[in-house]
Each structure stands twice: as structure tokens, then as C-alpha cells.
Antibody, heavy 113, light 107 residues
Framework: QVQLTESGPGLVHPSETLSLTCTVS????????VYWVRQPSGKGLEWMGR???????SYNSALKSRLSISRDTSKNQVFLKMNSLQTDDTGTYYC???????WGQGVMVTVSS | DIQMTQSPSSMSASLGDRVTITCQAS??????LIWFQQKPGKSPRPMIY???NLANGVPSRFSGSRSGSDYSLTISSLESEDMADYHC?????????FGGGTKLELK
């Protein structure tokens, strides 16, 4: 069955880089696009960017200068890297299939010294 | 970017009430809108696709509609399990954009 699982560090220090992995099963990354979505604690959802099925990427313009999304199709993984983290980047980070029908459980990231 | 203005940001209602939540799009999005339900500690669940189409397994008391640039999610008779946050999202163009969310609580 279709599954997405996010993984990464729970704590990141200010100004450092966040690295997250989304491992998928039940579908191919060359057939489906994957999005990253985040949710600051107690707030709404924010679309961050996408890894298209053909390897193209696109980003939220507000995050574009700090964000990079890549993939390893042999490992069924999509990666998110975001630099210069600040406290307002604290929240839950999700990956989801582009049709929004399947989501990971989310990974909580805290930015704190 | 397309802005999605969602209202209200929070509301309280009684069991059996009819509840309506609205998102207004800053540009034409056709009907390219999804409504999500999100319960505490859980991932969002798609409830309605393409503004009016119920997702699989969603109770028929949920419905979606459109009037011009305003998109609405209606719960015809509120049940306790419907207490949650609701979000709209436009997928007409990139970047995808969400509304600010509505917290629905029991009165």
C-alpha cells in the first residue's frame, strides 16, 4: 500500500541547515510528484515545494532562497534541505503525494539553541 | 501568488448545526480547490476535491460549493467527530497556497 514516512532531526540550532528525508513505498517517484508541506505549531499549512515525477522542482517563492528539494529514485526517497533556520521555522514538516491523497505522519522540528 | 482568504478563523457550533466555512480566491482558480480536515496530532485528510467532489469515505453531510471566487465547505448536521481544523488549498497554479485554516469547536 502507499506510504510516505518523514525522518530527520527533531532539533536544529538557529542558522543551521535542516535535512529531512521522505521515504515512499507503494508508488514510484518517476510516476508521481511529491510535495513538502509544513505547519508552524498552532498555525496553518504552508506549501513548501515539489519534486516532480520527471525530476523538476518548484518552490514557494518565500522560501526559494533557502530551500532545496532533491531525490534518489533508487532508494525511493525525496530530500528537503533548508538553510539559515530560525525559530519561526519550528513546526511539523510533512511530505505528501501531489494528489494530496496520501501524507506522511509528519516530523516535528524545533529550532532552538 | 494566489491568496486564499479563509473565514472564519475559528467558530463554535452545537451538535446538529449547519456549519459553513468559506475561502475566497484572489484570482480565478476554476474549481481547483481541495478542502482538508485535520485533527490534533494528525495529518490533513482530503475531504472534497475540485470544489464539490466528495473524497472516498467522506460522509454525505459534507458538501462543497462555489459562488464566483468564494468556495464553501458545508457540514449539514454537525457531529462530534467533525470537531477539527479545516483548510482549503488551491491547485490551479504553483505555488500551491492554503487558506489560513478554521478551527471548529463544540459550543
Amino acid at each position: 500500500q502507499v506510504q510516505l514516512t518523514e525522518s530527520g532531526p527533531g532539533l536544529v540550532h538557529p542558522s543551521e541547515t535542516l535535512s529531512l528525508t521522505c521515504t515512499v513505498s507503494g508508488f514510484s517517484l518517476t510516476g508521481y510528484s511529491v510535495y513538502w508541506v509544513r505547519q508552524p505549531s498552532g498555525k496553518g499549512l504552508e506549501w513548501m515545494g515539489r519534486m516532480r515525477y520527471n525530476g523538476d522542482t518548484s518552490y514557494n517563492s518565500a522560501l526559494k532562497s533557502r530551500l532545496s528539494i532533491s531525490r534518489d529514485t533508487s532508494k525511493n526517497q525525496v530530500f528537503l534541505k533548508m538553510n539559515s533556520l530560525q525559530t519561526d521555522d519550528t513546526g511539523t514538516y510533512y511530505c505528501t503525494r501531489a494528489s494530496f491523497d496520501y501524507w506522511g505522519q509528519g516530523v516535528m522540528v524545533t529550532v532552538s539553541s | 501568488d494566489i491568496q486564499m482568504t479563509q473565514s472564519p478563523s475559528s467558530m463554535s457550533a452545537s451538535l446538529g448545526d449547519r456549519v459553513t466555512i468559506t475561502c475566497q480566491a484572489s484570482q480565478d482558480i476554476g474549481n481547483n480547490l481541495i478542502w482538508f480536515q485535520q485533527k490534533p496530532g494528525k495529518s490533513p485528510r482530503p475531504m472534497i476535491y475540485y470544489a464539490t467532489n466528495l473524497a472516498n469515505g467522506v460522509p454525505s453531510r459534507f458538501s462543497g460549493s462555489r459562488s464566483g471566487s468564494d468556495y464553501s465547505l458545508t457540514i449539514s448536521s454537525l457531529e462530534s467527530e467533525d470537531m477539527a481544523d479545516y483548510h482549503c488549498l488551491q491547485y490551479k497554479q504553483y505555488p500551491r497556497t492554503f487558506g489560513g485554516g478554521t478551527k471548529l469547536e463544540l459550543k
